[in-house]
């Protein structure tokens, strides 16, 4: 199936997008073209904007995330002198003509765990650390995305904003978003987990928090073999059946009273109950209560689960290095995400998760040549590095690119971070009702005024 050509003139290489070049150490032309073949995006005949040249500037939308779209072209592609740049029109039409099912392939196509069993960091017992957890963004307050995704609610009535839910599976080891769902707001994460079941596999050893915990998610994975480490709230039935000898039980969890009270179809847990004593740790005093499938407790002690389930945290950061780090609020975009059409958002986000792989992929190529783990990396500080140095890969030859590929790795090796103190972090913000009334629907898209400042002034006496 062939690709029509774009219009634009090639002159040093055979990419449109020349200043791209570095990117295809990770995402290479065949991905985006069988992606785009896969979804049916072939262009028929010879235009400026194909398919190929839109995916990649959407790519580079990910990366760039501070410069308006027809930016990102510009700082995509080299000037050539007498030639115009595509208007932010015919980009935005482009990019609605692409959709979204490209930029979900490229994704399922293209990401994937990065860690072996050598990376430090990433394996327990054998087992890939594996993560899953829900963010939620705001998204532009338009009437196509209200209706698509809802807005949150409360007590001074609904957000601001519009917003979105992404639920993403995650190594933890090297902050890998292996796969995700998104969803409207309101949609729950139990019923969003199962998008993202299908990537799990028995190497693993998944760490979720209370939220997903349910009987029948539990016997989902465990009868894959998946293993388990999940924290849950106290008022779950957990009655000790046989103690351990480190402090931990083992018990039954079953689908209802009934099933607990007849014994039948139970499935075998080991619970782990700790408090903690120090009056400025955050849960002090509070039972925490974790389970989980590996019932050895000589082969995994009780104090290094309650340590490694910590590791969930890794998750957090994640959310952290895209929402505030790849691509934070500013002054000209007050929501997480740009994009004003539920279709654009939804890309937008793939753009996103893609361009935070590529980051990712890069550190990780970086630690693993000096055999360190992926954390002691600094993502704002490749991050820059990337976005600086990008540019200067000409893509002229094999060898140019291979030096300039090798030069970057160099680079971001260098940027660690310190190791992580033992410190807290209370639950609290700075700032939290604004003194101004909360801006509600008949605030939203007023009508014209009919008269001028001029013709309503009224002189008083």
Same mark, same amino acid.
């Given at each position: 199936m062939h690709q029509g050509r774009c219009s634009f003139p090639i002159i040093d ?187 799990? &596999? ?86 925490? &209560? ?33 929402? &505030? ?137």
């Amino acid at each position: 199936m062939h690709q029509g050509r774009c219009s634009f003139p090639i002159i040093d290489s055979d990419r449109i997008l020349d200043r791209l070049a570095g990117l295809e150490q990770v995402i290479h032309p065949d991905d985006i073209q069988q992606a785009l073949e896969a979804t049916g995006r072939v262009n028929s005949r010879a235009c400026t904007l194909t398919h190929q040249v839109t995916l990649w500037v959407v790519l580079a939308m990910g990366l760039f995330t501070d410069l308006p779209i027809r930016q990102v072209y510009k700082y995509a592609r080299r000037l050539r002198k007498g030639e115009s740049t595509p208007h932010r029109s015919s980009l935005c039409v482009a990019r609605q003509r692409l959709g979204v099912d490209p930029l979900r392939q490229l994704f399922a196509q293209i990401v994937r765990p990065l860690a072996n069993p050598h990376t430090k960091g990433a394996f327990y017992g054998g087992y890939r650390l594996m993560g899953i957890d829900s963010t939620v963004l705001d998204v532009p307050d338009t009437p196509a995305n209200e209706a698509a995704f809802g807005r949150s609610s409360g007590s001074r009535g609904d957000g601001a904003f519009p917003q979105i839910r992404k639920l993403s599976l995650v190594e933890l080891g090297t902050h890998v978003e292996v796969a995700i769902s998104i969803g409207p707001v309101h949609c729950s994460e139990q019923k969003m987990v199962s998008d993202v079941l299908p990537y799990v &596999t028995p190497e693993m050893l998944l760490l979720v928090d209370r939220g997903f915990y349910s009987c029948e998610f539990w016997r989902e994975l465990d009868s894959m073999k998946v293993k388990l480490l999940a924290r849950v709230i106290n008022h779950v039935a957990l009655a000790p059946l046989r103690y351990l000898s480190d402090g931990s039980y083992l018990t039954k969890i079953y689908r209802n009273q009934y099933d607990r009270k007849k014994d039948r179809d139970g499935v075998w847990v080991r619970v782990i109950r700790y408090t903690l004593d120090d009056p400025q740790r955050v849960g002090h005093g509070e039972v925490h &209560t974790i389970i989980t499938n590996l019932l050895d407790e000589k082969l995994y002690p009780a104090d290094e689960l309650i340590i490694l389930y910590h590791e969930r945290w890794e998750h957090e950061l994640v959310y952290d290095e895209q929402k &505030t780090h790849q691509d934070p609020r500013r002054a000209t975009k007050p929501s997480h995400l740009r994009s004003e059409t539920p279709d654009g958002v939804k890309q937008e986000l793939y753009a996103l998760s893609l361009g935070h792989f590529v980051i990712r992929s890069l550190m990780f190529s970086a630690a693993e040549s000096v055999d360190i783990d992926p954390d002691r990396l600094s993502f704002t500080g490749c991050f820059q590095i990337l976005k600086c140095r990008l540019p200067e890969c000409d893509g002229l030859t094999a060898q140019s690119i291979t030096a300039w590929y090798e030069a970057l790795l160099w680079e971001m090796q260098s940027e660690r971070t310190d190791p992580r103190r033992n410190r807290i972090n209370p639950r609290v913000i700075k700032q939290k009702i604004s003194k101004w009334n909360k801006k509600r629907p008949v605030h939203l898209r007023q009508p014209p005024l009919k008269k001028t400042f001029r013709e309503t002034i009224v002189m008083t006496h």
